[in-house]
């Protein structure tokens, strides 16, 4: 909930703004970047061994087509997120994983160029690689694939007729258990917040 709260205080302020319509059939398409920030605490190991996810940054694409003016059905997909994984300031693994995610927004609609937006979805993450290193190395790391909810908020300014500028923020829910050598060990917390900036083309 409070995630939620978040993302709905963060529309409602950009609300104050000016923004432009979106019209049904219209489609448009966005690349740039983004940063996936693990929430603090990624949980534990066997026994009462805590781990830490640390930050991953790649390139991210996203289409999005308008069902009705102002609202569209947005999919998020992106290159590989890479991530170390420690515990007790020790790396034992490296992981990469995909988060495609699928979302329904709704963009405000009010005059100039700016057009803010809220979303919810589902997010599909997919632990594309893991391997185990420092003091787990040879040994074989596997994180479960994971569902969960995502929420989703920004802002687009335009640039042009048909582009803009778009920054945003997403909090995904992502938990996956570890294995080790096929042995449930424990479960990652991720839980990230996912922040973008990208440009965004309208067809």
């Known amino acids: 909930m409070k995630h939620l709260t978040a993302l709905a205080l963060a529309a409602l302020v950009a609300g104050a703004a000016p923004a432009l319509a979106q019209e049904r059939g219209d489609v448009s398409l966005g690349i740039g970047l983004a940063g996936v920030i693990p929430e603090s605490g990624n949980g534990v190991l066997a026994g009462p061994t805590p781990i830490s996810v640390d930050n991953g940054y790649s390139l991210q694409l996203t289409g999005e087509y308008f069902i009705a003016n102002n609202l569209g059905v947005e999919l998020l997909a992106a290159w590989p997120f890479a ?17 495609p995610t699928l979302s329904l927004q709704y963009h405000f609609t009010n005059k100039g160029n700016i057009t803010p937006f809220i979303g919810a979805g589902i997010n599909y993450t ?19 694939d994971s569902w969960g909810l995502a ?12 582009g803009a500028l778009r920054t945003d923020i997403r909090w995904m829910n ?15 917390k991720i839980n990230p917040w996912v922040f973008g ?7």
């Open 83 to 99: 991530h170390d994984v420690d515990t007790g300031g020790v790396k034992i693994g490296e992981v990469k994983h995909l988060p």
């Open 126 to 144: 997919t632990f594309t690689e893991s391997k185990a290193v420092g003091p787990l190395a040879g040994n074989d790391l596997d994180l479960d």
């Open 151 to 162: 929420l989703h908020a920004g802002l687009d300014y335009r640039v042009s007729d048909k």
């Open 174 to 188: 992502i938990e996956s258990d570890v294995k080790l050598n096929g042995v449930d060990i424990g479960k990652a």
């Open 197 to 203: 900036v990208s440009y965004v083309h309208t067809f």
